[in-house]
C-alpha cells in the first residue's frame, strides 16, 4: 500500500470492507480455538501464537 493511501483518514476502513471476513468474531468460533489448544491434537503446538482474527492481522 502506497504512502498516499495511508494519508487517506478511511483507508484502514476501506481495507477491512474488502476483507472477506472482517466482520468482528463470534464467541464460538474463538471457542473453537481454544478447544483446539486444549486438546491432544494440539500437542505439537508450543509457542506459538494462534490469531483468531479472520485473516485481519495479515493486513
Excluded: C, T, Y
Excluded at 14 to 22: C, E, I, V
Excluded at 39 to 47: C, E, F, L, W, Y
Amino acid at each position: 500500500m502506497g504512502a498516499a493511501a495511508r494519508r487517506s483518514p478511511s483507508w484502514l476502513r476501506d481495507l477491512f470492507a474488502r476483507s472477506a471476513r472482517s466482520a468482528s468474531k463470534a464467541p464460538d468460533e474463538v471457542a473453537q480455538a481454544v478447544l483446539f489448544l486444549a486438546s491432544d491434537r494440539a500437542a505439537n503446538v508450543h509457542g506459538s501464537i494462534l490469531s483468531v482474527d479472520g485473516g485481519a492481522s495479515a493486513l
